[in-house]
């Protein structure tokens, strides 16, 4: 037996309302000890404890609107969410350059606005290129001033 299962047995085995009988893993275990433990705190003043799951369930949740970006949701007003779930085409180019950015889920809920991790691929052409023709025209105007007129 782990670990785990032996410290919900004990817990379990504390709130004296289940049978242990009934349980035959450790996620039953698992949720007869929260449904336990919900009823526990409620009687005590405690806040009832919240499982991993819903923990990401709810970081994967716009914290002004409430919307599920988990479930593709997003308010169209809502500057929190911008437009998008947790994925969208690349906002340098509008999509063009096919590259999809993640949402910054940090950052989105601590600034309460949209941000957005990703790399524009037309950026990077479009720099190299910007850059090849910047040397062109410097290579092309050092040899226009050393041209001079002859008769």
């Not at 047995?9 to 949720?31: E, F, G, P, V, Y």
């Not at 290129?129 to 040397?135: A, G």
């Not at 226009?144 to 007129?149: F, M, N, Q």
Request: with cysteine; aromatic share 4%; hydrophobic share 30%.
């Amino acid at each position: 037996m782990s670990i785990a299962r032996v410290e919900t047995m004990r817990m379990l085995n504390k709130s004296q309302s289940l049978s242990l009988s009934s349980i035959s893993s450790l996620d039953d275990a698992h949720i007869s000890f929260s449904v336990a433990n919900s009823a526990n705190s409620t009687a005590s003043g405690q806040e009832p404890v919240v499982s991993i799951e819903e923990l990401r369930l709810q970081l994967n949740s716009c914290f002004t609107c409430g919307v599920s970006w988990h479930e593709d949701h997003v308010s169209l007003d809502c500057q929190e969410c911008g437009g998008y779930s947790l994925e969208r085409p690349c906002p340098h180019c509008e999509g063009r350059c096919g590259s999809t950015w993640k949402r910054d889920l940090t950052m989105s809920h601590a600034s309460g606005k949209a941000r957005w991790e990703g790399k524009c691929l037309l950026s990077t052409s479009t720099q190299m290129i910007k850059n090849l023709v910047s040397e062109d025209e410097s290579h092309l105007c050092s040899r226009l001033e050393k041209l001079t007129a002859s008769s």
